[in-house]
């Protein structure tokens, strides 16, 4: 896992600095991070995740990411977040 997982981070890094509000890219390279034992690079990508997400409009579904609302995202980071702490 290791080898490819530090590509996948590599790559979700440049989506990031593509386009930094691009908000799953975020969501991803934090959990990612977490399986790499990385807990708080994890922790970070996550919190970078609830922020851009608390400036999306309610009502909006979050690109690529099979359709969940705002809402539901929100608090599956969060739910997430707690347990890391």
């Known amino acids: 896992m290791t ?3 530090h590509e996948a981070v590599a790559e979700y890094r440049k989506a990031i600095l593509l386009r930094m509000e691009f908000v799953i890219s975020h969501y991803y390279l934090g959990r990612l991070y977490f399986r790499l034992g990385r807990e708080l690079d994890g922790a970070r990508e996550l919190r970078n995740t ?3 997400l608390e400036n999306v409009r309610e009502e909006s579904i979050v690109p690529f990411s099979g359709g969940l609302s705002r809402e539901v995202f929100l608090q599956q980071v969060r739910d997430e977040l ?3 702490a």
């Open 3 to 5: 080898e490819r997982a």
């Open 50 to 52: 609830l922020k851009i």
């Open 82 to 84: 707690a347990k890391a």
